[in-house]
């Protein structure tokens, strides 16, 4: 979970099945990391390749007044990419199922395994780590914050983060790290700038071993600029043929 720097202490959200518990580390404090081990199944272990679905639930609806959804969507696949390019991850988009978008449990079965979406939060974003129920995995961010990318609320530097949580990353609080909470940071200040720092990895791969993964999209909608365009294009080009094709029955008319 992200809190603003100044707050006075880092607040950690785990979810188990049902279960909340919150945890507070002080500034002061020199603790290593959330105690969880909770990962996405890697039946062949560290190393190997795993598939994990991910969809849009309610993120790209517009509700975001500074932000596109555009602009949502290629700053979601960047933050999957920069955590697939140091782990055997392949995050495969899916459509999406699964209800409302809240903090209430529902059920896992044949519905994406992260979902990304947005609803009235108490702090900027949180995230739920792997397990077997349907929230587990999804990424939540707070409706009423003017998101952007880059500037003081960095979605892009958010969505990294979150995610990292989504796939069995605790907070880093003692090494300059992307799951280190304090935020805003101001790391990444447009789309492609994007990284992880080396607690990131060594985190990452401590969970899933080295290797490389990859992000498969669902072909995106076109904008409605697009679309008119296309089928201007396809209306005369049909007219062109049927022009062709009456001017060439007329002049074999005409030879007869």
Not at 157 to 165: K, M, N, Q, S
């Amino acid at each position: 979970m992200i809190q603003n720097r100044w707050s006075r202490k880092r607040i950690a959200r785990f979810r188990f099945v049902g279960v909340a518990v919150l945890a507070y580390f002080p500034f002061a404090a020199r603790v290593n990391a959330d105690p969880v081990t909770l990962q996405w199944p890697q039946p062949q272990g560290k190393g190997s390749s795993i598939a994990i679905t991910y969809s849009y639930a309610n993120l790209l609806d517009g509700t975001f007044l500074l932000i596109k959804p555009a602009e949502l969507r290629a700053a979601t696949e960047e933050a999957l990419r920069v955590w697939a390019s140091h782990a055997p991850l392949h995050f495969i988009e899916v459509p999406d199922s699964g209800g409302l978008v809240s903090d209430q449990s529902y059920a896992a079965e044949g519905n994406p395994q992260i979902r990304f979406g947005h609803h009235d939060l108490p702090q900027l974003g949180h995230a739920f780590y792997p397990g077997t129920d349907g929230l587990s995995g999804d990424v939540h961010f707070a409706s009423g914050v003017p998101w952007t990318i880059g500037g003081n609320w960095n979605y892009l530097e958010a969505v990294t983060h979150e995610l990292g949580h989504a796939l069995g990353l605790v907070h880093d609080l003692d090494e300059i790290a992307v799951m280190n909470p304090s935020y805003p940071s101001h790391r990444f200040n447009q789309l492609g700038s994007a990284h992880l720092y080396p607690a990131d990895i060594r985190q990452l791969q401590g969970i899933y071993g080295s290797g490389v993964g990859s992000v498969q999209p669902l072909s995106p909608a076109p904008e409605p600029g697009t679309s008119l365009l296309v089928l201007t294009g396809v209306m005369t080009l049909a007219r062109y043929r049927r022009r062709q094709r009456t001017e060439t029955a007329s002049a074999a008319n005409s030879d007869k």
